[in-house]
Each structure stands twice: as structure tokens, then as C-alpha cells.
């Protein structure tokens, strides 16, 4: 009976992993940019005395989705979203360089451009820092244009150019801080064909209806894995009765 409770426990204690997966997916929804994550589970062997016939679930986080969103205008000139293929690089908290498809561009007290959540925005020699200013634009190679404090309307002056990359996504993945990273040796390099619109948002790619499907399925595997458990616990008492008697 032992085994039987072990099977059943680690079945829903793997069903738990995997509804926070698509928990996780569910709550981004809303989130522009967001990836949603894989989730599987597999079969693994209970070895031990005698013939391995029964088998525990597994779960496991295989990989990131990176269909690309929906792109919704927002009419703001400092939002800016990739088109087509690529990346927008920025500096992850760690001093690292991670990769977003969409950012609502803002630039601080200090002249500094950051994305949203406060990730300063690289381009072509580092972080990218934006003298006092009337007015900036950002071209669809990325290229930074501003019109400097007291110039008149016509002199733009062209300040850095986001660093736009094309990496093979089999090298992406997702770090437990939700920002894609390189995982490959070479330095990504800047490509000039990547393409940024200006005034849009790349939506997330989570599908509402698919996420929930996956929670009811989950959790009904669950509660077969709860009543398992229970099942164990009968039969064992039933067994204990037995051997008072006898």
C-alpha cells in the first residue's frame, strides 16, 4: 500500500507543479511582451523489490512559446514594438544582457533610457543616455532622434540607435525572473534588418481559453490522485482489520 500512496502523492504533488505553470501563464495575460510557458509530464519508473510496473509523473518545463502577440497601438511615441523577427536588448538587474520584444521607453532623471520596469535600454556602445530634449523619435531601424532644448523644429540630431537582435530561438530561454536571455557562446551582434514600430505594444501570447482548459484538466487529475491517496489508506485499514482477526 505504500507504494500505492507514493505513486498517487507524487501524481498530485507534480499536478500542483503544473497548474502553477499554467497559473503563471494565466496571470501574464495581461502582461505585454510576456511569453507563456511549456508544461509536460512524463512517466518515470518506480524501481525497487521485484518487476517495475508501476510508474510516477514527472513534470517538467520544456521550453518557452515564442509565437509572437498582437500588436495594439497605444499612439505614444516611446512605446515601440519588434516587427517581424528579433529582439530589443537591455541590461538585466545582473549587469547580463536580456532580450524583450515590446517596452514603453521612458527616460529618467538622469537622462537614462529605460523600458518600463526600469531595464536600462542598450544600443550600439552601452545604455543608452538622452540629452535634455523637446522632442524624440525612434526610427523603425531603431535609430534615436531628438530635438534638443531651444533648437528650433527642423534641427534633429541623431543621438544612438537601439541595438535590435535575430538570435536562433533554440538558443532563448527564460530565466526565473521572466526575461529572455542568450544561452549561446558567441556574442549576439546587432542586425539591421530588424525592423521597431513606434506608437505600439506587442501583446501577450497567452491563449485565455487553452490556459483554463489546461487548469480544469489539471485539477481534475488532481482530485484522481487525492482519491487514490484515500483509496490507499482504506485498503490499508482494511488489511490492519484482517490481521486483528486472524
Not at 61 to 78: A, I, K, S, W, Y
Not at 197 to 215: C, D, H, K, R
Amino acid at each position: 500500500m505504500d507504494k500505492m500512496l507514493y505513486v498517487a502523492m507524487s501524481g498530485a504533488s507534480q499536478n500542483t507543479l503544473a497548474l502553477r505553470a499554467h497559473a503563471n501563464n494565466l496571470a501574464n495575460i495581461s502582461t505585454n511582451g510576456f511569453r507563456r510557458d511549456f508544461e509536460q509530464a512524463r512517466s518515470m519508473a518506480v524501481f525497487g523489490d521485484g518487476f517495475p510496473a508501476r510508474v510516477y509523473a514527472m513534470t517538467e518545463r520544456p521550453g518557452t512559446d515564442f509565437t509572437p502577440g498582437t500588436l495594439q497601438e497605444t499612439g505614444n511615441g516611446m512605446d515601440v514594438a519588434i516587427s517581424g523577427e528579433g529582439w530589443l536588448a537591455v541590461q538585466a538587474p545582473d549587469g547580463g544582457e536580456a532580450y524583450v520584444r515590446t517596452a514603453s521607453l521612458k527616460i529618467d532623471a538622469l537622462g537614462q533610457l529605460r523600458t518600463g520596469n526600469g531595464l536600462p535600454v542598450l544600443g550600439n556602445g552601452g545604455p543608452i543616455a538622452v540629452p535634455p530634449e523637446q522632442k524624440v523619435e525612434i526610427g523603425q531601424d531603431g535609430t534615436i532622434t531628438i530635438r534638443a532644448l531651444g533648437e528650433a523644429p527642423n534641427v534633429l540630431a541623431e543621438v544612438d540607435r537601439l541595438r535590435l537582435v535575430n538570435p536562433d530561438l533554440k538558443l532563448m530561454e527564460k530565466g526565473s525572473d521572466g526575461l529572455i536571455r542568450y544561452k549561446g557562446q558567441d556574442q549576439l551582434l546587432a542586425d539591421n534588418d530588424v525592423r521597431v514600430t513606434s506608437g505600439f505594444l506587442e501583446t501577450s501570447n497567452v491563449n485565455a481559453v487553452e490556459e483554463m482548459t489546461s487548469i480544469l484538466a489539471l485539477s481534475r487529475q488532481f482530485e484522481l490522485s487525492v482519491k487514490m491517496m484515500r483509496t490507499a489508506e482504506d485498503d490499508a485499514a482494511a488489511m490492519a482489520r484482517v490481521l486483528q482477526i486472524s
